[in-house]
């Protein structure tokens, strides 16, 4: 299977719970979109899911969210609709430790997997599947919209369990710290001093 490498930012959220623009949130002197695109530099497709004019990303061609307020399962739509047939690496803003090696780990484990297995996924330090971070394959699409048309929106749905193929990163050499997530200025104070 010789699949386009697509990565894909979603940026259209409303940062309730950050209260201001979360993807323009400094850290380290940087917005946190910056630091997300700059891990996914590698990718020769690059999408940034965003309502029209929103963010200027240098390199990135931005499409619409096609279902507004719905989520980052409706952001995975949209980017699965606009990347050419292949892999997706889709991630949004709140993960901003996600370097290009976390995503070379996901592209290697999504070399040459059965055909039933249409995402890749890391494992937390608890063990669990993160679905943000994480790569699906453009052929999810029509469950997707399946699963937005019957009103779901948590994006742990987006690939059944028996079509992830999960990548434990402690043996890589890659710290599951990768994936702290960023949902309050508190989460992004933690992190700024956890790097200094």
């Known amino acids: 299977m010789n699949d386009a490498l697509t990565a894909a930012i979603t940026a259209g959220g409303q940062s309730r719970r950050f209260g201001t623009d979360k993807a323009a949130a400094l850290l380290h002197g940087r917005p946190l ?19 029209p004019g929103r963010y200027a990303l240098p390199g990135w061609r931005a499409v619409p969210d096609t279902r507004p307020g719905e989520g980052p399962l409706a952001g995975l739509e949209a980017a699965l ?10 991630v949004g803003v709140d993960l901003p430790g996600l ?8 592209v290697a484990a999504s070399s040459g997997v059965p055909p039933g297995v249409l995402s890749v996924q890391a494992l937390d330090d608890s063990g669990r599947t993160q679905p943000l971070g994480a790569l699906y394959h453009t052929a999810l699409r029509p469950r997707v919209t399946a699963l ?7 994006l742990r749905q987006a690939a059944p369990p028996e079509a992830v193929r999960t990548v434990d990163l402690v043996p890589l050499g890659l710290s599951p710290d990768l994936l702290r997530n960023v949902n309050t200025p508190t989460d992004l104070e933690q992190l700024m001093e956890s790097r200094q």
């Open 33 to 51: 979109l910056s630091h997300v695109a700059g891990a996914l530099a590698a990718f020769p497709e690059r999408v940034l899911v965003a309502p």
């Open 81 to 90: 609709a606009a990347a050419p047939p292949g892999w997706v690496a889709f």
């Open 99 to 106: 370097t290009p090696a976390y995503w070379a780990a996901l």
């Open 148 to 154: 937005l048309d019957a009103g779901e929106r948590r």
